[in-house]
């Protein structure tokens, strides 16, 4: 089952210094219109097969996109394929946005 963590939960937990992937979906004009205000590691929806290998399977991923229809997606993927412990982004950007930080443009 994919957990579900809103934007306030995932920094919280971060700044506790729990270890997280926070992994960015999205396209790359997406980031460069809307950038995460965070540390993040950067691999597009359609390279995630091929790249899934940058990421530890017994790490902790949070996965984010626009509005977390992809991240829910992704983080499917992920799981089938033998990561341990993925999460998704509740609302995404969007909701990073929204509720955390509202210069993050929005698109």
Same mark, same amino acid.
């Given at each position: 089952?994919?957990?579900?963590?809103?934007?306030?939960? *995932?920094?919280?937990?971060? !700044?506790?210094?729990?270890?997280?992937?926070?992994?960015?979906?999205?396209?790359?004009?997406?980031?460069?219109?809307?950038?995460?205000?965070?540390?993040?590691?950067?691999?597009?929806?359609?390279?995630?097969?091929?790249?899934?290998?940058?990421?530890?399977?017994?790490?902790?991923?949070?996965?984010?996109? /626009?509005?977390?229809?992809?991240?829910?997606?992704? !983080? /499917?993927?992920?799981? /089938?394929?033998? *990561? !341990?412990?993925?999460?998704?982004?509740?609302?995404?950007?969007?909701?990073?946005?929204?509720?955390?930080?509202?210069?993050?443009?929005?698109?």
């Amino acid at each position: 089952m994919i957990g579900e963590l809103t934007v306030q939960q *995932f920094l919280a937990r971060r !700044a506790q210094g729990t270890p997280m992937t926070l992994l960015d979906v999205r396209e790359e004009w997406e980031i460069r219109l809307s950038p995460a205000p965070s540390e993040y590691l950067h691999i597009p929806m359609g390279q995630i097969p091929e790249r899934s290998g940058e990421m530890d399977p017994a790490g902790e991923i949070v996965v984010m996109c /626009r509005s977390g229809g992809r991240s829910t997606e992704v !983080a /499917r993927y992920l799981l /089938r394929s033998g *990561f !341990a412990n993925v999460s998704n982004l509740q609302g995404g950007i969007l909701a990073w946005s929204r509720d955390i930080d509202p210069t993050i443009p929005v698109y």
